[in-house]
């Protein structure tokens, strides 16, 4: 449901803003803090790339162009759009193309309805350490964005021609749920399947941050048709893998996603390496947002591309950090486990259909 809070010349001063629909997209941290604790703030921000492809797939459907904006004074758009006090703006999304009618209103006094937001409790309990991390992560002083590319290795596995899907963007948009669990028996994904999830999620991002990508993705394959188990490492440029770790990693997966069971039914799983130094020298301490908004944008990419396939897929935020890195052998310089996700043949979900 929309609800009209301002009518009149409502446009932006923002870089470059002429798009005729201009999303802000918002996260309220203490609504996840209640049940996540200081690690809601990262889910806020996986939740804002998930919203964001959410919204840029949407729009490409009909024809139209999104790009997002994460560098913003963000008091200023607080204060320009009346957000409650612990409302924060986390991106600007403008969505432009024909279908979009350009009427302006430009000239028209801005009239505000205003509107009071849900108290959502009495007592807000504060969560000192997720204030502190917003306020860090505040562009308060002018960093020059530079483009530093990352490291390109390669593997042993070439990967083949990605598998076709010919089902309708809207009925996979629509029908795409996170699977409870996965049917762990005997049924496998195919090379090309993966090879149209690994493509989706390295799909181009349109982005003031998004040039260069700060994700690796290391795969936990449990049961995918030619792929021997293991642990491997995904190097886009050449669509190849990389065997890192053989063996069964069925206990692994489940054990390092906090004991998730889905993460070890699943036909494979994925840690998502955030290099967060390399964010910061590009970005300043505003890079941790980034880092995190591009593995929540590629886990949506993930969802769509498996149901797409005819699977099913979850996001998993909770994993042992520590544990993850360790597993992996990650040096800091490659960067640190942000963001897990499993795909494979979901269960049965009463909730939702027959
Ligand atoms: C950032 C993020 C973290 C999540 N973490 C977990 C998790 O650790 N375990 C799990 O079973 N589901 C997890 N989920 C899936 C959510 O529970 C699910 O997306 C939510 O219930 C909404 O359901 P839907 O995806 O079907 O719309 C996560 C989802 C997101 C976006």
Known sequence: MAEQRATGGTEMKLAGNSAPLTFVLTSIAWREAWKYRDRAYRYCLHDMGHAWQGLALAAQAI?????????????EVSEFIHLAHDEWPMLVVEIRGSSIPATRANNQETVWYGGIPNELSVHQVSHPLIDAMHRA????????????????????????????????????ARMRRSALDFRGGSESISLAQLSA??????????ADFADDRFIQLYLYVHRVDELEPGVYRYWPRHGQLELIRSG????????????????GNACVAFSMIGDLDRAARAHGDRGYRYVHFEAGAIGHHLYIAAEALGLGATGIGAFYDDEVNRYLNLTPEQGQVVYHFAIGYPVHDSRIGA
Do not use: M, W
């Open 248 to 263: 069964d990693q069925r206990v692994a997966a489940a054990g390092l996603s906090l004991a998730q069971d889905l993460a």
């Open 137 to 172: 992560t505040k562009p308060n002083s002018a960093v020059e964005t530079a483009y530093i590319p990352s490291d390109e290795g390669s593997g042993e596995i070439k990967l083949p021609s990605p598998a076709l899907s010919n089902r309708a963007f809207g009925e996979v």
């Open 197 to 206: 999830i690994l493509a989706a999620a390295t799909q181009p991002l349109a």
């Open 63 to 75: 024809g139209c162009d999104g790009f997002a904006t994460g560098r913003f004074p963000d008091d």
